[in-house]
């Protein structure tokens, strides 16, 4: 054979090795065919993510993700799990472990939910159940330097939008979310009682829903516990009910009537704790309440929300009779 016959012969293994790698890299495994978790910890080098995702059944070839880190020396891949439920090409997963695109579940805790609403929301998610949640959240252990007197971590889960892993553990979420208050707070720069800043705003949290009503609501309650008038608030005894087990969806004259320390239709002054988990805006309501003589509101029945204030119990009676009026025309 001829030297130069070698030489094309070489080139043509050359190119034809080029043209397998280059298919391996850039066409999606065919053998991928379940859905599978890759979770790559700090610290895992080249080698062995190259491993995990061939024991995973991701890619065919650990040498190809290796041909891959060679190309892109520079690439910087992040640790953390990721989702694979489609087949893909070495190169779009590299891509995927370079841009950090990890595997997580969003829980989104709007102003005003209860630690029953947010176990609820993480067990929809399938990340744990409701009780384990519960079970983490009826401990004020995480927030008991700041309140001593929390029953709970009521109040303090702060509503935000949060990322779990599969492996987030209950107690792991409840300390994230009492984090987000503590920081919060700061910013704030509340000097007053944390116990009872919280529980009063969770009520104006349940109760507002305008933004400017809120100052305004958050006096009415203040009046209102200044001279030993009792709150009458719905939505405190709608937690009674809930700590019971035994809340139907509305109130029934057998909850206005109850006796348990929530229920501030028989008792005056505060709950014993929050309700809800209030967000800044009604926290800060709070320590800033609007002034006025209001001592009553009632719903207004335009739907948008928002309520009429009266100084005196005859301009609330007559602003009640409107809403029943109003609500009794509805179809």
Known sequence: ??????????????IAAVAYVGINLNTPYAGFNQEAFVDLPKGTNARQMAAMLQHAGVIRYSW??????????????????????????????FDR???????????VVPEGKNMFDIAAAVERLGVFSAERFLEAARSPALIRDLDPHAPTLEGYLFPNTYRLSRTTQPDQLCLTMTGKFREVWRGLRGD????????????????????????VIASVFERRLAIGMKLDCDPTTIYAALLAGNYRGTLY???LASGDP??????????????????AASIAAVLHPASGDYLYFVARADGSGGHNFSANLAAHEANVVKYRR??????
Request: proline share 8%; aromatic share 8%; net charge positive.
């Open 326 to 331: 109003a609500t009794a025309r509805r179809p």
């Open 1 to 14: 054979m001829t030297l130069f016959r070698r030489l094309a012969l070489v080139l043509l293994c050359v």
């Open 262 to 279: 929530y229920n501030t239709y028989q008792h005056t002054g505060l709950p014993p704790g929050p309700i809800a988990n209030p967000g």
């Open 253 to 255: 004259r057998s909850d």
């Open 97 to 107: 472990l370079q841009r950090g695109d990890v595997f997580y579940y969003e829980l």
């Open 64 to 93: 190809t993700f290796l041909i891959a880190r060679a190309v892109r020396r520079g690439a910087t891949l992040q640790a953390g799990e990721y989702r694979f439920t489609a087949p893909a090409s070495v190169l779009e997963i």
């Open 192 to 215: 007053a009682s944390v116990h009872r800043t919280v529980t009063l705003a969770s009520l104006v949290e349940k109760e507002g829903k305008l933004p400017e009503e809120r100052p």
